[in-house]
């Protein structure tokens, strides 16, 4: 039976934004630190640790999941993607670009969360309804920007991505 | 906060699970979906010496649709389950219920049983399966059973589930044709635990059954008789009877008016025609 038993360091493998990765983590680890601490990859935040803040949002096989709730161990095998593999080469995505142009971060604490969650509902929906923006966004927290530029970057990106007017 | 330090089995099949779960007695616990053990985890509220993960055992991941019941495995994460395409015609109650439960970031790997084992009293899918009737199925090493929803909730996050054992799957009664569904929810803010949710059904021979959750320290059934002329005082005996209490997101007179107001409306819904 396979036992990764508590006081040793145990191997994990998955892949982090198509590249394969291999990290050594004890049992109890979480995937937000493996990322963090053992990959170097901090792109991705911790707020709150118990799945309410959003911040720590990545993709796991495409769908958007909490890293702070999830073992490292349970990404083994899985396509995680972060923030970090948004953007194509420097350039910045055009959901990137639309943030930056409607002021729709500061602190930048909650963006890397909102990113991947808005990533994952245009990639098989790029005409998705407002609506159905508000509802990816309402598993989230901004402290800062409040919601209604985080809301018009949305559409902004939307519209772009369809290549319709760069203004919603 | 991290996690106290734990053995983690990542079980490949039941036998495997089962007997993890019979060494570990007490201080075993099933991680499914983590999105409710995990912060007790990260707030150290729960420290068991061992964890068995029971989601890529594959006959956990199966839904299974037979004539009159529904089967969903221990596996199948919420998402699931929503995306399920025959849910709207076969679980009006759940489809209608499921985007009530916490955020989409959450469905996608929190699972349908690991909510029932839960048993949080304001969670949405421990209130359908004993609004309609349904069983849950536990095993451990040498014995399996199926118990009634009703049954298994005792109350607030306690349940009928014994050490060694692990929920296999609940099963939820299909709909039946001229039977009428709906459920409501008040939370303060969409995603949020409910403050009162109301799963009504209403049989073709008049009468009905109003569930309530978030109120008592489990969901409790109001049966209704098909002559409603004193609904309002049932429903109003029925809100007492709950026994609300105060706290941070409602007072107690506030649930209680929740369950008079949203308990008829959840009754309307159910019963177009009538009423
Ligand atoms: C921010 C936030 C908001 C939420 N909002 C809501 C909400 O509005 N409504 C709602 O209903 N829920 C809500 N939840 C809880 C969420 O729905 C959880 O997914 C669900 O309660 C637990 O399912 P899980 O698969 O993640 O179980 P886990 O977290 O893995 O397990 C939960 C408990 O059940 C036990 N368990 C799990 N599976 C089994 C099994 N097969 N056999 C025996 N024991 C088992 C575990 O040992 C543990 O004690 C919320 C959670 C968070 C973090
Ligand atoms: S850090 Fe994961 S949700 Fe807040
Ligand atoms: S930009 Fe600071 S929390 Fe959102």
């Given at each position: 039976m396979p036992r990764l038993t508590k006081d040793e360091t145990h191997p994990v493998r998955f892949t982090l934004n198509g590249r394969p990765v291999s990290v050594r983590a004890y049992p109890r680890a979480l995937l937000t630190d493996a990322l963090r601490h053992e990959i170097?990859?901090?792109?991705?935040?911790?707020?709150?640790?118990h799945g309410v803040c959003g911040a720590c949002t990545v993709q796991v096989d495409g769908e958007p999941a909490r890293a702070c709730l999830m073992l490292a161990r349970q990404a083994e095998g899985c396509e995680i993607r972060t923030v970090e593999g948004l953007n194509n080469k420097d350039a910045l995505?055009?959901?990137?670009?639309?943030?930056?142009?409607?002021?729709?971060?500061?602190?930048?604490?909650?963006?890397?969360?909102?990113?991947?969650?808005?990533d994952a509902l245009f990639s098989p929906q790029p005409d998705a309804e407002e609506d159905a923006i508000r509802e990816a966004l309402s598993g989230h927290l901004c402290r800062c920007t409040g919601y209604a530029p985080i809301v018009q970057a949305a559409l902004a990106a939307r519209n772009r991505i369809k290549g319709g007017p760069i203004d919603a | 906060m991290k996690p106290a330090p734990f053995d983690l089995v990542a079980a490949n099949d039941m036998s495997e699970a089962l007997e993890a779960l019979h060494q570990g007695g007490t201080e075993a616990r099933v991680i499914a979906g983590g999105q409710s053990l995990v912060p007790m985890l990260n707030m150290r509220l729960a420290s068991p010496t061992t964890l068995v993960d029971i989601t890529r055992i594959p006959e956990l991941s199966r839904i299974e649709?037979?004539?009159?019941?529904?089967?969903?495995?221990?596996?199948?994460?919420?998402?699931?389950?929503?995306?399920?395409?025959?849910?709207?015609?076969?679980?009006?109650?759940?489809?209608?219920?499921?985007?009530?439960?916490?955020?989409?970031?959450?469905?996608?790997?929190?699972?349908?049983?690991?909510?029932?084992?839960?048993?949080?009293?304001?969670?949405?899918?421990?209130?359908?399966?004993?609004?309609?009737?349904?069983?849950v199925t536990l095993r451990r090493r040498r014995k399996t059973r199926e118990v009634a929803a009703r049954d298994f909730f005792q109350g607030m996050m306690s349940t009928d589930l014994a050490p060694g054992e692990m929920i296999v799957s609940v099963s939820f009664p299909a709909r039946k044709s001229s039977t009428g569904y709906a459920f409501r929810e008040v939370a303060r803010r969409h995603g949020d635990f409910a403050i009162?949710?109301?799963?009504?059904?209403?049989?073709?021979?008049?009468?009905?059954?109003?569930?309530v959750g978030g109120v008592a320290d489990t969901p409790r059934t109001l049966e209704l008789p098909a002559d409603r002329a004193d609904l309002d005082d049932r429903l109003n005996e029925f809100a007492w009877h709950l026994q609300a209490r105060d706290d941070l997101h409602a007072t107690a007179r506030y649930r209680r008016d929740l369950v008079r107001k949203l308990?008829?409306?959840?009754?309307?819904?159910?019963?177009?025609c009538r009423d």
């Open positions: 170097g990859a901090t792109g991705t935040h911790v707020g709150c640790e995505s055009p959901l990137q670009e639309a943030f930056r142009e409607h002021f729709a971060l500061q602190c930048g604490f909650c963006t890397a969360g909102i990113l991947m969650s808005l | 649709a037979n004539t009159d019941r529904i089967n969903i495995g221990a596996a199948v994460r919420q998402s699931t389950l929503e995306r399920w395409p025959d849910l709207a015609d076969r679980l009006p109650l759940v489809h209608a219920a499921l985007p009530w439960v916490a955020h989409t970031q959450l469905r996608n790997r929190g699972t349908i049983c690991g909510s029932v084992a839960h048993a949080d009293p304001s969670a949405e899918l421990p209130l359908c399966l004993i609004a309609l009737g349904g069983t009162v949710a109301c799963a009504a059904t209403a049989r073709p021979d008049g009468t009905a059954t109003l569930t308990g008829r409306e959840t009754l309307k819904e159910a019963l177009p």
